[in-house]
């Protein structure tokens, strides 16, 4: 079966907020979606539970469980991977258990960060890691348990700033029919409150664009949500549409 | 019904040479399929029928009856606008045929050429009027007859020197199942055998790379035959693949 | 005295939506602004008067007063081309009119649209032509009245989905303290009344993210509002800030 | 106070050549400048050095000796990092080093190199760091002594070949009340007597570009010397100028 | 033969600042050189003698007679199509002139304006239609006197604010043999003595790196004259080097 | 004497296919040319012999005699620095072995990847290092034997996949004299036998494209056999041409 996804992100927060609609589209059509959370976001997310006097430990338990809950409200497994934020560094660790992932989950899509945010440097390395992880993943040569994998499409979600990023949408995809999982999910990161209203937002923002930019096959009605992405490499498909 | 495409080229052998896989695709889906010719390349691509002695009428004759079968091949029907080449240029009527053609058909997938090309002005022209009269043909303020059309996706298809014109694919279209109908409809441009082998070579190289560029998903072999096409807008699409 | 500001935009809505707040800004300053539109929008942004049964020139005359009253409401003087749109296309009277409007008010800043819009073509013809003028404006041996004008910087307006069209915004204007002047220029357009809340919103974020970019010398709260800009021409400047 | 610059270099050079005006400048209006020398350019821009038979210690002393004399000439503060060059590699001494410089001074300006130079690669590795110890000092929860840091604006400063580095100035700074003090900082440096006349006309060809983007309002004259900059975030600002 | 040379120019001074190194040294091989000016540049770079009261005749026979005498210093031919300027735009007879040109000089290089001029439209246009004409005159279906074309190399000469215009040299010409011609060429143009020094300095410091920039094979020393080129098609050799 | 060559490459088969033309050319005018392979891609380019059951051992050894073999064909030098593959990463000894390397060859020209590949990080990587270490090289400052080396030119080769690689051929160089020699030599890469047909057809389109962008001075046949190039650093010329 290969119609997995997996989902790699620096931070405990980014894949509810920037991918949250796609993770419980996947899940709600019964499909598996596994997130890999390369850190907790421990240094550089969490000022506020820092200003409360809480400790590293503190930190990344707080982080943690708040993950596992929005994950399991959104129907995907989640994996902590533990290494360290701001910066967030290249181990031999870290880089095996990608692969090995890849392997073990052998994914018919990959979601990640933009290449490059000038406002989180631990993002532009996550997507090169998560990158790096899955051509490894894909050579007999490299060691690590289970077959190896194809060539599973790549999509970069939505960053910040999105144009200070160098983020162009070539995919808006529709979150209509999962829209009140995701917003459930959201309400579950209670330390970024002010990012409710901004998400919310921002998804009926994209699906206007998807709206405006839909075909009249698919023809989307003005209060759709989306969510943007940004396609790596070239589709494949056997109908232009 | 709105799942028919328009092709819009700026002489008569670009649709069968760039785009004939995703025409035969389409028709063998029993979509309608309408293609408009800008000119018929009389000037710039008739160099072998000059050096015979043809008048410029017999000329686009021939052009116009060489299509025409190309056509009838591919399962689709075809437009002449007849508005001269090298150059072409922008003319009232050719604009207001164009948004015409648009309202007739209501077409849910457009293709025409890419933005720019350095050994060809006429092909970046059609790609602007082409673009521009998709536009005007969606505003119920500018006259012509019928109904306004939606916001179809646009394909650029490949040119040949591509890397020149700035054309990086980003949608490869698995075209085997109709390879022998491009594969004939080459065959009716008699002036330009030497056509048919690069092209088979370039379908056949497209193929290749569609089949690395599969997902698990998909999974196409190393011998499919494919054509590269580049996207304009956002894909909008229900899911991630 | 040249610290007036000069806005050229293809169509009267233009000005409010993108460039109210600069324009409201302007004007508080007692700066005079002198908001030039090329055409009414009758026909590619005036669908719904269409569809009421209006004829042309009743759409001209609706979006007219509707203009007026706008610009009055923001501080400015405004001033029409009547040159069609949809396509709005070059004619020697629309360019020597901008020209002499360049040199009649001596700008010391110009607003326009972005270089580019697949969304809306007038739009970056209106850019173009702008451009054009201006430079033209600064030639002692092109005619017309007044004196040529000097080198004033331009900033292009927001458009609606900026990604497509290449906008990357590298100013962010403050415009918490015109706030409700563009707010009450808003409402007077009547026709579209989705828009006001689009824009209150992308006011309220653009905000956001002037406030995230601000250094510690400007220190913007989170609920300041904004609108994005791209200047053209490199800025001159006596200190770095 | 917010009002101090930190100025980020690969070797001790750079700061004199390419900002000494801009630090001059905010020197000259009693603002604190700090300058950080990762390297002592010991191997890679000491070449006249080696070629006399110093050893390395001899080198870096004679190196640190210069860049003291020139930053107190130009009225800065200097810090050397002792990083080692050519090439100079991210150690966690240096990272922490910077983030613990930006908490000292809390900048309002940041002033560094430009994100490539494919003639050394010291200098894109300077800008990278630079660019990852300011986001990490903003964070609560990175350690380090000191209150956290806003988010200042960063310019590049002009490196040897712009065209080949991606370098578009988008900001040149009239530094013509300085240019006395910037030549006499540019002669302490004495291995390179050749880059005084090379700088002094980039000076002048700045000046005049500055003079010619200078609107009506600033009215610069064509004897201005001038410093180009690349702004790396948006500008926030109050007024369009 | 075919080693003659076409440069293509919008006004009549552009040649000689710009190209004037290129053009004597293929004079210097006893190569032919024609440069082809569109306009007089009579409204846009004359503004000394708009300011002295010539009449426009008078100001087009002044800059004729300027440019024929620096063409001569140079060692070319020149021919004027007198098409106005500011703006220069495309006219049927422009157009034709210029196919008829290609085809009687059937040139072995082609030199014209770089793409992109924010400044100064008219360079923009020169360039578009420079490359035009060229792909027309390579049809045999293209009406005219005299054989088609080949497909010549072009090369764009520098603007004068690359950056602005997107120029970024590919190729640096050493045109030391023959600097003292393009210094007498430019003293023949007495109306603009700045550009003098200008354009000595320029050619010094592109000499500078493309010393900087010469492989050990070549070994230009640090006094070399150069002249920067953009090569606008692939370059077509039988070694590296 | 400096008209040696270095190739600098991941794998030990990338210098046969996609440089293996230069190579022979330059070997064919008696000039050294000298191969360094990083790895040899004994882990992401040999599923072959891994699917047969080799160890590492007789992997690396089967890989090095078969490129040993293809550099003799083609009248190279090769050299191996075993640094290991996916992912191939920066050690010290590496870095040093290639500064030797250019120290001890003393080129003319450099031939390595291209930037970025998506595909396959370790040509990146070398593309990366190869660049690092020639500017190295040219230090006096950074130790190793022999003297400094100057500034020869750097040309990637063509990847598997242009277009996702940023791949914009700029020069195309006719191999066609040494093409046996280049056949000979793919011949030998007995495990990748579909790539032998690939190349062939590579070459053969490339020769076209050559043919196409080939001035009249050059003229090319339509049956030319090339090779594609990006050029890194502006080329240094005494002729346009």
């Keep these: 079966m290969t119609d997995s996804t997996v989902v790699l992100t620096a931070h405990p927060g980014d894949f509810v907020w920037r991918a949250g609609g796609a993770i419980a589209l996947a899940a709600s059509r019964g499909q ?4 890999g959370c390369m850190s907790f976001g421990e240094r550089g997310e969490s000022a506020s539970l820092w200003r409360k006097g809480y400790t590293l430990q503190q930190v990344k338990d707080h982080r943690r469980a708040e993950a596992e809950q929005a994950a399991k409200a959104l129907g ?8 360290d934020d701001y ?5 031999p660790q870290l880089l095996q258990g990608l692969i090995d992932l890849y392997r073990e989950v052998q994914p018919g ?3 990640t960060h933009a290449a490059a945010d000038p406002y989180n440097g631990d993002h532009a390395f996550a997507h090169a890691i998560a990158l790096k992880a899955r ?24 960053p910040h700033q999105p144009e200070q990023c160098g983020f162009v949408p070539n995919v808006l995809l529709d979150i209509t029919p999962v829209w009140e999982v995701k917003r459930a999910a959201m309400q579950i990161l209670a330390a970024q409150k002010h990012l409710h209203t901004y998400y919310t937002e921002l998804g009926s923002r994209r699906g206007l664009q998807a709206s405006r930019n839909s075909g009249p096959n698919l023809g989307l009605p003005n209060d759709t949500y989306a969510e943007a992405y940004m396609r790596l490499y070239p589709q494949v498909t056997r109908e232009l549409s």
Excluded at 32 to 35: F, K, Q
Excluded at 87 to 91: I, K, S
Excluded at 140 to 152: C, K, L, M, N, Q
């Design 32 to 35: 598996r979606v596994v997130i």
């Design 76 to 83: 995907a497994e989640i994996r902590f991977f533990d290494a």
């Design 135 to 158: 051509v490894l993943a894909q050579a007999p040569g490299v060691e690590g348990p289970g077959e190896v994998i194809g060539a599973p499409p790549v999509f970069s979600f939505e």
């Design 109 to 111: 899509v990959v979601l």
């Design 87 to 91: 910066p967030l560094v290249e181990t």
